[in-house]
């Protein structure tokens, strides 16, 4: 057995090896050692011969996805290794075979998955400057790709990876050993890294995988005309599958090529800074703009709420789809009852599908289905009555499934086993033998009690009783006291402590019957099973395609229940780059505030309103107005309500925001060299369709460096080749000169009042700027100690007094001769006379005599010389 377990070991070095030995699965040797430890179970040694101990340990098969679910969290790889034949029937060592391997990116079970999530494998390419992405969620059939090329190609791949998020990214070898590429994937999203041969990556090799999988005869049928590099990504995740699922994956059959350009790129600082999925501080879900917006009622509709989030649309005509929806929803409240209850109904089609053409659901799963499928004719007609657009395309695509809802209804019984092997699955009257075995087991089962009640009556023992046990089969029990009781033909079969137990022929007979009867009938149940699951498989596209019209729905229903929850109100959106929000709100702070939320107006165009410059103290709601313009401005875009008054968005191609400080202590970067990375990427990168949100840019360094740096920034936006809508909040109150120098750049203030020398936040946004940070006022308000606090006020009437706070007009520097701040860059100072002379001497026609005159010449002007 150890030889059989070395032989299969071998070939899945890479993995823990789950080897099947009676009704556990058994490790062993340094596998036995590490799922010890991840697992928390005893280790426990066998003897390996000439003294040595193997170390082993196991875990119950019927238990095994707990023990599973541990290990593929923590990143192991698990290689299932089964026995493929029957003990009791196998001659020799049972013949095994690793019938699944499985990993972070390839899980199916519905206890590792989150259902509001999606589980990702992610394959890239590499080739030139072009990278090839592809990615596939097995649970649920969704298959991606796409080529990333042109300028900042890097940046842009792993911004979309972040986007992605995925379980597992498949490396070529090559891309593998590149470490910094490593530690920038590591450090863009938590994953696991499997190396595989840059072989599975080669453009013909990937061509013959993709052709044969998707069963074309060219490239361009599945729209990968000319994208080489994603060829060779698709090509080496069907590959990777292929090797570690071992079974037919035909489900995966919908490969959809898209661009990133054709939706709103959100880097990664963005995403984190606007908390889109999930807070900065704590990673939670509560307190994200998700939270706000996720009222859906099935998984399906929370995946894909998650996704319009993550990639909000640029085409105006679709945004105005999604929109004319969700605002015929928010004016039908008896379609969105409706359609509420019906969603309630539905269970995750897309991972019960992918479970069924897998060929791992158990009868539950069908029951599921079935019921499912049960409220789709009523939403189907429901759809069919809604006016707008969208649901007049959704409705086109929709189909019932009635044949699968009849298919289960006639064949599997309501309330099924879990097992697929212990029979009680198929209904009464779908199966003419399932139906006589049954009968047989039935009567088999009444025989038996009535002969329980005979041999009471004729040998006189009223405690006697018919069993039955999986090792002895069926007996007649009698105890001791009723021993002499007992008749002749009873044949003993075993004995207890206080009783024993007997066989006669005639109960022989019948336990070969019945017996014989109920693994028939198990036998057959499965095979009838196993019957209606392949042909329900058969089915998958529709399913599918089903499935992402049920979700569809479900986000537009949420988007309307939030719409009308919040009184949102939907966005007109516009192609002339003018974004003008009244009574603006922050979507996530006004949940939690409620109805002490101060709501502001926002004006932003290309050409008298292009930069918005913000001044006013901590605490005032600077930060909180900016993200609110971003998330109104992304939340029309993903085709939700926003919330304000009245709201007129101009199509935005690219969100950026730098807010808050932050190191990189891993990375060796200072919290001002991050601020300064993230600038630049957003200078490199905006358009002028661009949003910016820039929060104190310069305050990570000194007060004149970080001022020069702000205001250069802001003159940079204002060049053609930037020109994007920008919103500025900035503590350098000198900025708002920038107003009178450029037309485009307005200054707005966060209204404060001043009362017995503390502050009351007014939250108002006001026109004009401010020269005041109320900077002390805050640090009391934070609790810090009086006397530190009237040191301070002190220092600051001091400073106050000097030539810092002169008059800065005109000019970017204070008074020269009272430096308040060494320069990093030291001038060279003058250089000495000698050492000009020095440097004037022609060595090469100078004398040994010469030379020593000169030494003294020297020396005595050292010592006369006073400078």
């Known amino acids: 057995m150890m030889k059989q377990y070395e032989a299969i070991k071998i070939n899945h070095k890479d993995a823990l090896l789950f080897f099947r030995l009676g009704d556990f699965y058994e490790m062993f040797l340094d596998d036995a050692v590490t799922a ?3 697992l928390e179970i005893t280790l426990t040694a066998r003897d390996g011969g000439n003294g040595k101990k193997i170390p082993m340990c196991g875990v119950p098969y019927h238990a095994v996805d707990g023990y599973l679910a541990k290990l593929i969290s923590r990143g192991y790889k698990v290689a299932i290794c089964e026995q493929m034949e029957d003990p009791r029937s196998a001659k020799g060592i049972v013949k095994r075979e690793v019938i699944r391997i499985v990993t972070p990116g390839t899980v199916l079970e519905s206890n590792m998955l989150q259902e509001s999530s999606q589980n990702y494998l992610l394959a890239i390419s590499h080739h030139d400057s072009h990278f090839g992405i592809a990615y596939t969620d097995i649970s649920t059939g969704e298959f991606m790709t796409t080529e990333i090329s042109g300028d900042t190609t890097e940046q842009k791949l792993f911004d979309e990876i972040a986007r992605i998020n995925p379980a597992e990214c498949i490396l070529p070898m090559s891309l593998y050993h590149d470490e910094l590429f490593r530690a920038k994937l590591l450090k863009t999203v938590s994953l696991t890294i499997t190396k595989v041969a840059d072989d599975n990556f080669l453009f013909q090799d990937a061509l013959k995988q993709v052709l044969s999988h998707f069963q074309v005869a060219s490239a361009d049928a599945l729209g990968l005309k000319d994208l080489p590099s994603a060829i060779c990504a698709t090509g080496a995740i069907l590959s990777f599958l292929k090797e570690t699922q071992k079974k037919d994956l035909s489900y995966l059959n919908h490969l959809r090529t898209y661009s990133i350009s054709s939706f709103m790129m959100i880097d990664q600082s963005t995403r984190r800074n606007l908390e889109l999925i999930s807070t900065i501080r704590e990673g939670q879900r509560k307190g994200s703009l998700l939270w706000v917006c996720d009222k859906t009622s099935t998984a399906l509709g929370a995946r894909l709420v998650k996704q319009w989030m993550e990639k909000p649309l640029l085409v105006k005509e679709h945004i105005v789809k999604r929109l004319n929806a969700v605002e015929e929803l928010t004016n039908n409240v008896f379609a969105r009852e409706d359609i509420r209850l019906l969603l309630k109904k539905i269970y995750d089609l897309e991972r019960l599908m992918s479970r069924i053409a897998y060929g791992s659901a158990n009868p539950r799963d069908l029951i599921a289905l079935k019921n499912s499928v049960t409220a789709l004719p009523e939403m189907g007609q429901l759809i069919n009555t809604l006016q707008s657009d969208l649901f007049q395309d959704l409705a086109k695509s929709f ?53 329980e009640a005979k041999e009471k009556n004729r040998t006189g023992i009223k405690s006697l009783k018919v069993g039955f ?178 709201a007129k968005i101009g199509l935005v191609d690219r969100i950026f925001t730098r807010v808050g400080a932050a190191d990189d202590l891993a990375g060796g970067q200072s919290t001002f060299m991050v601020e300064m990375c993230e600038t630049s990427n957003i200078l490199r990168h905006a358009t002028k369709s661009s949003l910016i949100i820039l929060d104190e840019i310069g305050r990570g360094t000194s007060t004149y460096d970080g001022l020069s740096i702000a205001w250069a920034v802001v003159e940079y936006i204002l060049k053609p ?58 640090a009391k308000l934070a609790g810090l100690p009086e006397e530190l606090l009237n040191r301070a006020k002190e220092i600051l009437l001091e400073l106050e007094q000097t030539d810092m706070t002169g008059d800065l007009k005109g000019k970017m520097t204070p008074d020269k001769h009272k430096p308040l701040q060494m320069s990093f860059f030291v001038p060279d100072p003058p250089k000495h006379p000698l050492v000009a002379e020095l440097e004037s001497l022609d060595l090469n026609n100078l004398t040994p005599l010469d030379a020593l005159l000169k030494l003294n010449q020297w020396q005595r002007k050292l010592k006369n010389y006073s400078g």
């Open 36 to 38: 010890s430890r991840e």
């Open 721 to 778: 080749q930037v020109g994007a809508k920008t919103l500025f909040a900035t503590h350098y109150h000198e900025l708002t000169e920038l107003a009178e120098k450029y037309p485009q750049v307005k200054n707005y203030s966060v209204a404060v009042k001043e009362k017995e020398g503390g502050i009351i936040f007014l939250r108002k946004i006001v026109p004009g700027g401010t020269d005041k940070s109320y900077g002390i006022q805050v």
């Open 399 to 451: 189909d019932p499934l009635e044949d699968i809802s009849i298919l289960v209804e006639k064949s599997i019984n309501d309330d099924p086993p879990l097992s697929t092997r212990e029979g009680g699955i198929i209904k009464e009257g779908y199966d003419g033998e399932v139906d006589e075995l049954r009968g047989i087991t039935s009567h088999g089962k009444q025989w038996i009690a009535e002969l």
């Open 469 to 646: 046990n999986k090792v002895f089969g069926y007996f007649i029990e009698v105890t001791h006291a009723n021993l002499s009781s007992v008749p002749d033909h009873y044949v003993r079969k075993q004995t207890l402590a206080n009783a024993e137990r007997y066989i006669t022929q005639e109960l022989k007979e019948w336990e070969n019957k019945i017996l014989g009867a109920g693994e028939k009938l198990a036998s057959r149940e499965y095979e009838l099973f196993h019957a209606v699951r392949e042909t329900i498989a058969l089915s998958a596209g529709r399913i599918q395609q089903t499935a992402r019209v049920i979700a569809q729905i479900d986000v537009l229903l949420s988007f309307a229940i939030v719409a009308l929850e919040n009184n949102y109100v939907k966005p007109e959106i516009n192609e002339n780059d003018i974004i003008h929000i009244m009574d603006g709100r922050h979507p996530v702070v006004e949940k939690i505030a409620g109805t002490n939320y101060v709501p502001n107006d926002t004006y932003l165009d290309n050409q008298e309103h292009q930069v918005c410059l913000l001044t006013g103290p901590n605490m005032a709601g600077k930060s909180t107005y900016m993200r609110q313009v971003a998330l109104c401005v992304l939340m029309a875009q993903i085709g939700c309500f926003v919330p304000a008054a009245q």
